[in-house]
């Protein structure tokens, strides 16, 4: 079977940094992206890693490795609008996706 | 740049009734598209997988004769709901990838489906 995990919530205040784990097991794997979702909207891509290391895109940083099958977000400098779930996800062939079950992020002043 | 629509953003039927939800690629060339689906507080579970021009894929446990899905050309892709139940009632979301760029995907707004 195919599986993504990562922690079902996640309660920081702003200003902090917080981090989001996954672990992944799954048949196929080009790479892991992070997906940013608000209630009622789409999910908005955030990152992608296809090697082992730490890729920064601003307030936002996603690390893997391959060899533990493992990554994570991290986000710093957190906001009120950071609030959301975030979703990491498998790139397999054909660029299929297979999602987690995605981390609720709620910030607090 | 690559904006991906959905029409329509909100549909409610009655049961027994057939919606067709339509995927659009608004400014680049999209060989494959993706359908998922978004039951409330869950993760995104991809239904089918439609290349212009060929039949969709779909994943182990959809119903191909009940979610109909049409890729008419390299902009268009469209899901049909058949005979829609309550229990169909859920969150649509298309995806679209632009040829030649494999690992990237971009989301649509997604069609809210309440049947009655």
């Known amino acids: 079977g195919q599986s993504l995990e990562q922690p079902s919530e996640v309660t920081a205040v702003e200003g902090a940094i917080v981090q989001i784990n996954c672990t992944y097991q799954?048949?196929?794997?080009?790479?892991l992206s992070w997906y940013q979702q608000h209630d009622g909207g789409a999910p908005t891509f955030l990152s992608y890693?296809?090697?082992?290391g730490l890729e920064e895109t601003g307030r936002f940083s996603s690390f893997l490795s391959r060899s533990d099958s493992y990554g994570y977000l991290l986000l710093q400098e957190l906001q009120m609008k950071d609030s959301a779930s975030y979703f990491c996800?498998?790139?397999?062939?054909?660029?299929?996706?297979?999602f987690g079950q995605g981390t609720e992020l709620s910030v607090k002043p | 740049g690559a904006v991906v629509s959905q029409h329509p953003s909100r549909v409610i039927c009655k049961s027994g009734t057939s919606v067709k939800i339509e995927c659009r690629s608004l400014d680049f060339q999209a060989t494959t598209m993706f359908w998922y689906r978004q039951f409330p507080k869950q993760s995104l579970m991809l239904m089918a997988t439609s290349n212009e021009g060929s039949k969709a894929t779909y994943e182990q446990g959809v119903e191909k004769d009940k979610f109909l899905i049409n890729h008419a050309s390299l902009t268009l892709s469209t899901l049909t709901v058949t005979s829609a139940h309550p229990e169909d009632s859920s969150f649509y979301i298309c995806?679209?990838?632009?040829?030649?760029?494999?690992?990237?995907?971009?989301f649509g707004p997604g069609t809210r489906l309440t049947v009655l």
């Open positions: 995806s679209a990838t632009p040829q030649g760029a494999t690992d990237t995907q971009y």
């Open positions: 996800a498998v790139i397999q062939g054909g660029g299929k996706l297979i």
């Open positions: 890693n296809a090697l082992d």
């Open positions: 799954t048949s196929g794997f080009y790479g």
